[in-house]
Structures are given as structure tokens and as C-alpha cells.
């Protein structure tokens, strides 16, 4: 019972045996010629350029040698024109208009009358000043002559003053000439009552003659402090004649300076208050480009430096950097520049936009097609080169300028092998293939 399924098994691996492994011999020998051929044709294609050990190939690239050149690293701003200056003039007093209004267009001269008010009593009011202080300057001299009666006065007092010691040096000598006479006997009683009264008569006239001379004196200060209050008079005159003086130049309201008129003049008739505007006034010559300088490239601006300018317009024009802020806005963390521009035909007015390009120092930089640019892993920008070992090699580098020939690019050396095609199918160290093509001109 168990020979026949052993049978049946060597039998049926002897028939897989001759149909599978020994098929050339059951069809009659080898195949044709054109079952050759077309064997051959239907056989993959064998790379030539893989390496003879099997191991796979490197990836190719297309690399151009890029050269590092110097350019201009001008720095790029967006700004507007802005006026030179820009005055409101208003007025000081208040008055009604008599002169003829100035419409807005209009190029007034430095100084040129542009609102003038009504008068009214300030004439009447400035001769009264006038006449008060030529009072005050007369009585001057007279305080002035007072001085030197005052000081005769007190020579006058001092010598009486004199006198009167004298006298009462005299009158004391008698009296004791007279007691001695007396204590001996060779003089009455009555002469030295005399002498003695002679003394005192003489220092009395000593204190009248000194309270004389007191007196002077204080006619002198007197003398002094009438000629001071006669300044301080004079002063005051001359303070009041020049604020009549000031409020009757406040009625006329000339230009600042030579400029266009931004409004129309105060009309005829109307009534202006202190405060009130008479007119704008703008200066266009020279006219000035603002922009704002970002904080990484506010060192490459320098004062002085030329600037050029292409308005919305279309109008080009150049100037030189007069002003760079020291302070950064709080907001944008921007620099204020100043840029003045020649503008004697005032063709160029205030608040155009302008696209601004400052001149900065040359800096070393290649030109490459902008689609070299590419990404990494932490996402800087940068270009894969390739390596004097033949590897990819990511650098990142700076964004200068823009052109239609493609990009300026700083960061590189001064020579580098840069992958133009195939950049983001390689990864640094990956050895590769390199295919050099024509560097842009």
C-alpha cells in the first residue's frame, strides 16, 4: 500500500526535472539565429559609466565656476520728497485785513508783504511813547545837575564844621586861661562865667555845623538817586516806545523766505486774531528725498555720499546724504536720512514717492542664476558647491541685488564650483559628478 505513493512521487519530480531543467533538449537544441537577436534587444542597458566593481554610481551635476568680481553696494530705499521748508505764517496781533489777497501758486521773495492789518490808534499810541520818552531823556541832565550844588552844599557844611571846632577850641582855651586867673585871684567870677558860656555857644554852633553837614550829604544821595530814577524813567520810555514800535510791525506779515504759497493769503476784510493763519509758505530749492535706513545696513551710509533718485513720475535726479538720525524709530527700528536735491526749476514736488538708491562701498560678490538659490536643512539661504574632493558642499550666503542677469551673491570664495542643476538632489559630503557648464557673463 505504501510503494505506490512513492511511485507516483519519483515519477512526477522526473517529469519537472526534464520539462524545466532540461527544456533545450525536449525543443530540439538551441534557438535560432533571431530568437538571439531579439533576446539580445530586449536586455537592459548596462551603464557605462558604472564602475567595473558593481558599486553604484555618483549622481551627476552641471557646475559653473563662478568668479567673485566687485560691485557697487548701493543701498536701496523707498522714501518721498519733502519740502525744504514749510512756515504757516500767522499773526501776532489782531486787526483787520486792508491788503490785497496773494493766491496760492504764487513765488514770493524773502520779505515780500503778504497780509497787512488794519492800524487803527497804534500810530497815536506810538508818538505818545515817543513823547514820554523824550521827557524822561530831558529830565535826565537836570537830575545830573543836581549833583554838583549837592556836593558845594556839603564842602560848604564841612567848612563850617571847621569853624566851629575852631571857635570852640578858642572858647575852651579862654575858659582856662580864665579859672587859673581866678583860682589867683586876678580874674572875676563874671569872666569866667562868660568863658564858660562861650564854650558852650561853640559846641552848639560844632553840632549845628555837623547836623549841616549831615544834611549835605544826604542831598548828594538825593542827588544820585534822582539821576538813577531819571534812567529808570528813560528806560521805561525806551521800553514803550519799542513795544509800540513791535506792534506796528506786527501788522504787516511778510515771507520767511523766497517759496511757493501752499493756501491763498487772508481775504480783504477779514479779521485776524493773534494766531490766525495769513498764509503757508513752502521752499522747493532744494528739495529733499527721506527715506529710512533698516538697522543692518545703516553702517554703510555715510554723510556726503552721492544719492540717486527715480521718482513715480519717472524723473531721475541726484543729490548727496545731508542728515543721518542718530536715533532709530521705536517703532520700525528704521534711520531717518536726508537727502538734498537741486531743484531750481521746481519741477519736483513735495510728497512724491522715490525709490532711493544710496552710493556705499564696493564689496566682492558673484553673479549667479538665481535659481542656484536654495534651502537648508535650518533653512538659510544659500548655493551647494562642489569641492576640490568632488562633494556637495552647502553655503549660505547674502542676498546684494537683484538683476535681470540673475543675483549678486556675497559669501562665497573668491573662485567656487556652484551646482546650477541638480542642487536639491545632493546632500553635503555626497561625492558627485560634476558637468561644467559656461559661467554667466
Not at 524545466?20 to 536586455?43: C, H, I, K, M, Y
Not at 537727502?339 to 560678490?365: H, K
Amino acid at each position: 500500500m505504501r510503494l505506490f505513493p512513492i511511485l507516483a512521487a519519483i515519477a512526477v519530480s522526473a517529469l519537472i526535472y526534464v520539462f524545466v531543467l532540461e527544456r533545450d533538449l525536449l525543443t530540439g537544441g538551441a534557438a535560432d539565429e533571431d530568437d538571439a537577436t531579439a533576446a539580445v534587444s530586449d536586455a537592459p542597458e548596462v551603464n557605462a559609466d558604472a564602475p567595473e566593481d558593481g558599486s553604484p554610481s555618483l549622481p551627476g551635476v552641471v557646475v559653473q565656476r563662478s568668479t567673485a568680481r566687485e560691485i557697487d553696494s548701493a543701498v536701496i530705499l523707498r522714501g518721498q520728497t519733502e519740502a525744504d521748508r514749510q512756515v504757516e505764517v500767522r499773526a501776532e496781533t489782531s486787526g483787520q485785513v486792508i491788503s490785497e489777497p496773494l493766491r496760492k501758486g504764487t513765488f514770493v521773495e524773502a520779505g515780500q508783504e503778504l497780509c497787512r492789518l488794519d492800524p487803527g490808534t497804534r500810530a497815536a499810541s506810538q508818538a505818545e511813547a515817543r513823547a514820554r520818552l523824550a521827557e524822561a531823556l530831558s529830565r535826565l541832565p537836570e537830575a545830573r545837575a543836581k549833583v554838583p550844588e549837592a556836593k558845594a552844599r556839603v564842602s560848604e557844611a564841612m567848612a563850617r564844621v571847621e569853624e566851629a571846632k575852631s571857635r570852640l577850641n578858642e572858647a575852651r582855651i579862654n575858659q582856662n586861661a580864665a579859672q587859673k586867673l581866678s583860682e589867683d585871684g586876678f580874674a572875676s567870677e563874671t569872666r569866667v562865667a562868660a568863658t564858660e558860656a562861650a564854650v558852650r555857644g561853640a559846641e552848639a554852633a560844632l553840632v549845628s555845623a555837623e547836623a549841616g553837614l549831615e544834611t549835605a550829604r544826604a542831598g548828594v544821595e538825593g542827588a544820585a538817586a534822582g539821576i538813577e530814577a531819571a534812567k529808570s524813567g528813560v528806560e521805561s520810555a525806551r521800553a514803550a516806545v519799542a513795544a509800540a514800535d513791535r506792534e506796528v510791525e506786527r501788522l504787516t506779515m511778510t515771507a520767511p523766505f523766497a517759496g511757493l504759497l501752499e493756501s491763498d493769503t487772508a481775504e480783504l476784510g477779514a479779521l485776524l486774531q493773534p494766531g490766525a493763519l495769513c498764509a503757508t509758505v513752502i521752499q522747493l530749492d532744494p528739495i529733499i528725498l527721506v527715506g529710512f535706513v533698516p538697522e543692518t545696513a545703516v553702517a554703510r551710509v555715510e554723510l556726503g555720499a552721492r544719492a540717486g533718485a527715480r521718482l513715480a513720475s519717472g524723473q531721475r535726479t541726484e543729490g548727496t546724504v545731508t542728515f543721518l538720525s542718530r536715533a532709530a524709530d521705536s517703532t520700525t527700528r528704521t534711520f531717518r536720512v536726508e537727502i538734498e536735491v537741486p531743484n531750481p526749476d521746481l519741477a519736483i514736488r513735495d510728497g512724491q514717492t522715490a525709490e532711493i538708491i544710496i552710493e556705499a562701498e564696493g564689496q566682492m560678490a558673484h553673479l549667479l542664476p538665481q535659481s542656484v538659490l536654495t534651502l537648508d536643512d535650518e533653512g538659510d539661504l544659500g548655493v551647494r558647491v562642489v569641492t576640490e574632493a568632488e562633494e556637495a558642499r552647502f553655503i549660505p550666503v547674502t542676498l546684494l541685488r537683484d538683476t535681470p542677469e540673475g543675483v549678486w551673491l556675497a559669501g562665497l570664495p573668491d573662485t567656487a564650483n556652484v551646482i546650477v542643476v541638480g542642487q536639491e538632489y545632493v546632500t553635503d559630503g555626497v561625492r558627485v559628478q560634476a558637468a561644467f557648464a559656461e559661467a554667466a557673463e
